[in-house]
Every structure is written in structure tokens, then in C-alpha cells.
T-cell receptor, first 114, second 112 residues
Framework: AQSVTQLDSHVSVSEGTPVLLRCNYS??????LFWYVQHPNKGLQLLLK??????LVKGINGFEAEFKKSETSFHLTKPSAHMSDAAEYFC????????????FGAGTILRVKS | DTAVSQTPKYLVTQMGNDKSIKCEQN?????MYWYKQDSKKFLKIMFS???????INETVPNRFSPKSPDKAHLNLHINSLELGDSAVYFC???????????FGPGTRLTVL
């Protein structure tokens, strides 16, 4: 079964320093992978998606993720954290016959210190 | 101009009651979904409708019944509410690219 594992439940960085949120996936074939962000008491917003095109995917708000098949990873990065980045981030894989069922990771809470 | 909207935003009710949550999307999408986010923030799909037809039905108690009057609306009716139903329920929709889903703001259900 396809799944994703987020390796850190909490990540804390200082404002202006790089962000790394780690995600490993399990899939028997090339998956579609996503990162979603959820700000406190808000809905989910799509940050970026990988669907077997370029392995380095750029998203909104300066985030990007690299698909590495050899490492089965899809880590999310940002060169410089901003206070507004504090939120919970979900790594997601799509499964099912039409890829319409999203399976979410457990989430990583990002804290940004001033 | 909200893309996916849900009502109500908050719902507090007693055990045993029946309640409904409504979802509407104005994106012209054919497919809509309901997800449940539990107290540990874990998100899991419950149902999906494509053009008013049920296409995903996860292992959900039959007290939960989705209804899609048209492809822009997917409502969730819950009978005989239990304490464990307390969660945030998210509606989502997708177009031709099934797996790019747009989420609503969520409905926080609290069962007392």
C-alpha cells in the first residue's frame, strides 16, 4: 500500500534560516506527491505537487521539494524561514485507480522563532 | 468568491443528535470529497462523489451519509452523534486532475 512517513513531528527554526521538512514515501510505482500547509484554525492549502515531470518542484511562498526515487524521499525546503511560515505541513500521496484518494502523513509542526 | 465553502464553521451538539454539514464549490469541479481530521490532526478520506455518483466510500459507520444534490454540492449528514465523532471535517473538490484537491475551511464538530 502506498503511504508517506513524515520523519519529524515538530521542527523549530529561527527566522531567516533554512527550513527542511522530511518526508519518505512508500509506493510500488511512481507516485503523485504533494505538500499541503495548514495554518492554525484554517483549511488546507496546496503548496506544491509532483506528478512525474521535473523532480525539483517549486511551490508557493518560496517552498520547493525534490523527488528522489533512489531515496524514496520528497523533502520540503525553503532557503529562509519567515514568521508567517509557522504552521503544520502535510506530505501527501495520491492512491487509487484514478489517483483521487489522498493519503496524508501525520504532519510536521513548523515553529519559527524570532 | 470563496472556492470551497462549508457551513457551519463550528457545530456543538449533544450525543444522539442528528446534524448536517454543507459544502459548496464554485470551481466547476466534478469531484467532491469529505475528510475527517481527528484530535491528533490525522486526516483521512471518508467519501468521494463524482458527478453525484459515490466513487469512494471508506470504512465509515453508516451513521454518516453523504448526499450530493448536484455536482457543486456535497453534504454530510450524521445520525446519532457519538463523542468520537468530534473532529474537524473538511470538504474538498477536484477537477480533471483528480489528485489536485482544493479544500474548504473545515467544520469543527464538538459532541458533548
Amino acid at each position: 500500500a502506498q503511504s508517506v512517513t513524515q520523519l519529524d513531528s515538530h521542527v523549530s527554526v529561527s527566522e531567516g534560516t533554512p527550513v527542511l521538512l522530511r518526508c519518505n514515501y512508500s509506493s510500488s510505482y511512481s507516485p503523485s506527491l504533494f505538500w499541503y500547509v495548514q495554518h492554525p484554525n484554517k483549511g488546507l492549502q496546496l503548496l506544491l505537487k509532483y506528478t512525474s515531470a521535473a523532480t525539483l518542484v517549486k511551490g508557493i511562498n518560496g517552498f520547493e521539494a525534490e523527488f528522489k526515487k533512489s531515496e524514496t524521499s520528497f523533502h520540503l525546503t525553503k532557503p529562509s524561514a519567515h514568521m508567517s511560515d509557522a504552521a503544520e505541513y502535510f506530505c501527501v500521496v495520491s492512491v487509487g485507480e484514478y489517483g483521487n484518494k489522498l493519503v496524508f502523513g501525520a504532519g510536521t509542526i513548523l515553529r519559527v522563532k524570532s | 468568491d470563496t472556492a470551497v465553502s462549508q457551513t457551519p464553521k463550528y457545530l456543538v451538539t449533544q450525543m444522539g443528535n442528528d446534524k448536517s454539514i454543507k459544502c459548496e464549490q464554485n470551481l466547476g469541479h466534478d469531484t467532491m470529497y469529505w475528510y475527517k481530521q481527528d484530535s491528533k490532526k490525522f486526516l483521512k478520506i471518508m467519501f468521494s462523489y463524482n458527478n453525484k455518483e459515490l466513487i469512494i466510500n471508506e470504512t465509515v459507520p453508516n451513521r454518516f451519509s453523504p448526499k450530493s444534490p448536484d455536482k457543486a454540492h456535497l453534504n454530510l449528514h450524521i445520525n446519532s452523534l457519538e463523542l468520537g465523532d468530534s473532529a474537524v471535517y473538511f470538504c474538498a473538490s477536484s477537477g480533471r486532475t483528480y489528485n489536485e484537491q482544493f479544500f474548504g475551511p473545515g467544520t469543527r464538530l464538538t459532541v458533548l
